[in-house]
């Protein structure tokens, strides 16, 4: 069966790092399509970063963390990573790491991702970020 498994968050002062992971098992992950995703109480999902899939040439990133967040996959080790730089009070938040199987190759869309665009989700790893 499909896993997505997260980690890597933690507790951080703002202006530090951390670098959250997601373990992908049950599916092919080098075709799929891969994205960060984050929320907080009483919040919409908001999606933060998104990688094409095969050779994740295609990226997007979320205006609020375009310069300071990178995503990257390891299709051989079937893992995706955000690393997350200069961090602030506002990024604190749950991040789930996001899989689509059947999905097209190029561009995404610049008006953002759709929650309803992936199929499989993580449990989530929590991030919170002190001032």
């Known amino acids: 069966r499909v896993q997505l498994v997260e980690s890597g968050g933690g507790s951080v002062q703002a202006g530090g790092s951390l670098r959250v992971s997601c373990t992908a098992s049950?599916?092919?992950?080098?075709?799929?399509?891969m994205a960060w995703f984050r929320q907080t109480p009483g919040k919409e999902r908001e999606g933060v970063a998104a990688?094409?899939?095969?050779?994740?040439?295609?990226?997007y990133y979320a205006d609020s963390v375009k310069g300071r967040f990178t995503i990257s996959r390891d299709n051989a080790k079937n893992m995706m990573y955000l690393q997350m730089n200069s961090l602030k009070p506002e990024d604190t938040a749950m991040y789930y790491c996001?899989?689509?199987?059947?999905?097209?190759?190029?561009?995404?869309?610049?008006?953002?991702?759709?929650?309803?665009?992936?199929?499989?989700w993580g449990q989530g790893t929590q991030v919170t970020v002190s001032s």
């Open positions: 049950g599916f092919t992950y080098s075709s799929s399509c």
């Open positions: 996001a899989a689509e199987r059947y999905c097209g190759y190029g561009e995404y869309d610049p008006r953002g991702l759709r929650p309803s665009d992936f199929s499989y």
């Open positions: 990688i094409s899939r095969d050779d994740g040439f295609f990226t």
